[in-house]
C-alpha cells in the first residue's frame, strides 16, 4: 500500500496538461524542455510601401510527449501571427510565423509575440525589431 501511495504521489507531482485537438481532449504529461531558434528578429531598415515582411521562429519539442501551441498573441495590430496547430511531436518542430506591416509606421519599431506553450517554459515572449523608412 505504501508503494502505491507512493508511485500517486509521484504521478501527481509530473505536469499534467490538457488540450482539445480536433474535439477531443489531448491529455499527456511533458518531460524536459521546450526550446526556440531565437528570441529577436531584427528585420533592419525595412520600407513603408515595401510590403509586410516576415520573421518564423522554430520550436523544438525536447519533451517525451506531444506538446501544442495552444495560443499566441502579438502587441499590435500592425502585427499578425500564424503557428503550427497540431500537435508537435517529441524530436520534432514547430514554428510561429509574426507579419509586419509596416504600412503607417514610421521610424524604429519593437514588438512582442507571446507565444503560449503546453510545455516547459509555458510560454515565449519573442521580439521583432527594426525601422521603417519613408521613400
Known amino acids: ?17 490538457s488540450s ?5 481532449n ?3 504529461l511533458t518531460e524536459g524542455e521546450i526550446t526556440i531558434d531565437k528570441t529577436i528578429h531584427n528585420f533592419g531598415s525595412i520600407s513603408v510601401n515595401g510590403g509586410s515582411v516576415d520573421a518564423t521562429f522554430i520550436i523544438t519539442n525536447n519533451t517525451k510527449a506531444p ?8 502587441s499590435c495590430g500592425c502585427t499578425a501571427s500564424n503557428w ?5 511531436e517529441p524530436g520534432q518542430t514547430g514554428k510561429v510565423t509574426a507579419t509586419f506591416n509596416p504600412k503607417g509606421v514610421f521610424g524604429s519599431f519593437n514588438k512582442s509575440i507571446t507565444i503560449q506553450t503546453s510545455g516547459i517554459p509555458e510560454r515565449f515572449v519573442v521580439r521583432i525589431i527594426g525601422s521603417v523608412e519613408r521613400e
Open 20 to 24: 482539445k485537438v480536433n474535439d477531443k
Open 67 to 74: 506538446i501544442l501551441l495552444p495560443h499566441v498573441t502579438t
Open 26 to 28: 489531448f491529455w499527456y
Open 84 to 88: 503550427t496547430k497540431d500537435p508537435i
Open 1 to 17: 500500500m505504501i508503494t502505491a501511495l507512493a508511485g500517486l504521489l509521484l504521478l501527481a507531482s509530473i505536469p499534467n496538461y
